[in-house]
């Protein structure tokens, strides 16, 4: 069974640029979400879709930040424009429907961003 | 609003000896999850252990073993025999077990690095 699937898997941008990131998750997998980590630290949950439905996204900074599922597959994550604290390790995971009592999360590699 | 502490940033362990690393959490919940998470340098977060709240019995997978102490909100995961491949970050975590629209959210602590001596 393929893991989940991000790319790219390193993006180095200038401040004020845009940049996109995708992520195909598990087959079959409903729930998809979008971590922030920053260097030293935990991840930080960004959005959640369950299917096409950003169920979730109390922590996006809405202001610069976009995300994506519309066909409730893959998924894309946008940063325009990008700031210097935007650099980051940007994690995808996804799970299985959450009707089930109980669902693993499955991390994909992530996309290290550096912002210059 | 939940949160999770590592307070350990770095452990060290000799290569088959055993290492404990430290979580705590605070929440007002009565039943969540609790996970401890892998994350090598490729960076690619593994599940490692987890623990349902309203379990008594203290998880454990193979050289992997946790003390949850749900009164006191500690939950460490003991590394027995540890190997050279251990060595990682490691990250407890929690996520709360309502159906709700925060539901599904995972909550991490700061991460222990863990190096393991040849």
């Known amino acids: 069974e393929a893991g989940v699937v991000q790319s790219p898997r390193y993006k180095i941008i200038e401040k004020k640029q845009p940049v996109a990131f995708w992520c195909n998750p598990i087959s079959g997998h409903n729930t998809l979400y979008w971590y922030r980590q920053n260097l030293g630290q935990g991840p930080e949950l960004l959005i959640r879709?369950?299917?096409?439905?950003?169920?979730?996204d109390s922590q996006l900074p809405k202001d610069r930040f976009s995300a994506e599922r519309l066909k409730g597959v893959d998924s894309t994550l946008k940063i325009q424009p990008a700031e210097l604290g935007d650099s980051a390790v940007y994690l995808c995971?996804?799970?299985?429907?959450?009707?089930?009592?109980?669902?693993?999360?499955?991390f994909g590699p992530g996309t290290r961003l550096t912002v210059t | 609003a939940q949160t999770v502490t590592q307070s350990q940033p770095e452990m060290s362990v000799q290569e088959a000896e055993t290492v404990t690393l430290s979580c705590t959490y605070d929440?007002?919940?009565?039943?969540?999850?609790l996970f401890w998470y892998k994350q090598p340098p490729s960076r690619q977060m593994i599940l490692v252990i987890r623990?349902?709240?309203?379990?008594?019995q203290n998880a454990t997978e193979n050289r992997f073993s946790v003390n949850f102490q749900k009164a006191a909100k500690s939950f460490s995961l003991k590394i027995s025999d540890s190997q050279l491949g251990d060595a990682a970050m490691y990250f407890c975590a929690y996520r709360s077990a309502l159906n709700d629209n925060q539901g599904g959210k995972l909550i991490f602590g700061q991460g222990t690095e863990l190096s393991v001596k040849p």
């Open positions: 623990q349902e709240a309203y379990k008594q």
């Open positions: 995971a996804s799970s299985p429907s959450r009707d089930r009592m109980f669902y693993e999360q499955y």
């Open positions: 879709y369950e299917n096409e439905e950003a169920v979730d």
């Open positions: 929440t007002s919940e009565s039943d969540y999850y």
